[in-house]
């Protein structure tokens, strides 16, 4: 069965400081990936998504990005945290195949920028 | 551009009263929409979605093309209803990203 890993849990980092969250499935082969960020009274925001390694779409201007070195391995990176980075981040996979084919959820990471 | 509109941040019901969370796209090609649920302290996950035509935990929605909504509704709310709501669109191409409405944190009251 396919499984999603995502960490760490909870990240408290001061502002200016890098930021590094990375997310792996396993069981299946070439997922389309996902980084949404969840706050309050903006629900869940799309960052970036990627078709397959090293395809990386952007969704929102920002001060975050992504990568996927590898088939299952996705990452969201920062070099200078702000304070407006905090939040909920998730990751999520799905099939390729199909666009009716339902997200599956990390349990995402709750980063705290001081 | 793929757009949802969940019109209701919040939406309070008594138990046994029928609930409706209102769910408005917008998207040029053809929609695959879904509904995910979040109670609390647990993970995101799906509830449904309109190409399964079926009933979850009492809930069904339907999609209405002419009037781009695919509201969900339970005739009689129960207490475990109570969470959070997401409805989400795709494009039919499983390469098209999943976007989100707002969501609707829905309480049942006893």
């Known amino acids: 069965s396919q499984t999603i890993h995502q960490w760490p849990a909870t990240l408290v980092q001061p502002v200016g400081s890098p930021l590094s969250l990375e997310c792996t499935v396993e069981?299946?082969?070439?997922?389309?990936l996902y980084w949404y960020r969840q706050a309050a009274g903006r629900g869940l925001q799309l960052l970036f998504y990627?078709?397959?390694?090293?395809?990386i779409s952007s969704e929102v201007p920002q001060n975050l990005s992504a990568s996927r070195p590898q088939d299952r391995q996705f990452i969201l990176s920062s070099k200078k945290l702000l304070l407006s980075d905090s939040g909920f981040y998730l990751c999520?996979?799905?099939?390729?195949?199909?666009?009716?084919?339902?997200?599956?959820f990390g349990n995402g990471t709750r980063l705290t920028v001081t | 551009a793929q757009r949802v509109t969940q019109p209701e941040k919040l939406l309070s019901v008594f138990k046994g009263a029928p609930v409706e969370l209102k769910c408005n796209y917008s998207y040029s090609g053809s929609p695959e929409l879904f509904w995910y649920v979040q109670y609390s302290r647990q993970r995101l996950q799906l509830l449904l979605r309109?190409?399964s035509r079926e009933s979850i935990k009492g809930f069904t929605a339907d999609l209405n093309k002419g009037e781009t909504s695919f509201h969900l509704k339970k005739p009689f709310a129960q207490e475990e209803d109570s969470a959070m709501y997401y409805c989400?669109?795709?494009?039919?191409?499983?390469?098209?990203?999943?976007?989100f409405g707002k969501g609707t944190r829905l309480s049942v009251i006893a």
């Open positions: 309109h190409i």
């Open positions: 989400a669109l795709s494009g039919i191409s499983g390469n098209t990203p999943l976007v």
């Open positions: 990627s078709v397959g390694i090293g395809q």
């Open positions: 999520a996979w799905r099939p390729t195949d199909r666009g009716n084919s339902p997200l599956h």
């Open positions: 069981g299946t082969s070439n997922p389309n």
